[in-house]
């Protein structure tokens, strides 16, 4: 070995890249785990407009969706109360379909 402090540096170079490789990829399974399950935050959403989103149908004012659910339950093939993630999902799933935002909300864009 002529020049070790070359290949010292490069070993160096080579540790740090694999920390932070490693690093990175510890931090996103912890933030994906903080992030809850996928569904859960459809399904507190659908709970609020459920009753509480304005929007319009044959020009008069609508509140809520809660009256259509049984419709809605049916067009997107669930037997799940619309509270729940999987509500949310199975509509996540028939939005895509559509082509659609996939989030699995209920909101005015995909009444």
């Given amino acids: 070995m002529k020049r070790p402090g070359v290949y010292l540096a490069l070993l160096s170079v080579v540790v740090a890249l694999l920390a932070f490789v490693i690093l990175d990829t510890t931090a996103s399974r912890a933030q994906a785990k903080r992030a809850g399950k996928p569904g859960v935050e459809a399904a507190k959403r659908n709970a ?64």
């Avoid at 459920?50 to 809520?64: A, D, E, N, V």
């Avoid at 939005?95 to 995909?110: C, H, M, R, V, Y």
């Fill in 48 to 111: 609020l407009l459920s009753t509480q989103l304005t929007w319009t149908f044959g020009s008069k004012q609508q509140r809520g969706w809660y009256i259509y659910t049984p419709l809605i339950k049916r067009l997107i093939n669930t037997k799940n109360e619309s509270d729940s993630p999987q509500f949310g999902l199975a509509l996540g799933r028939w939005q895509a379909k559509t082509g659609l935002s996939p989030n699995g909300i209920l909101d005015e864009e995909t009444l």
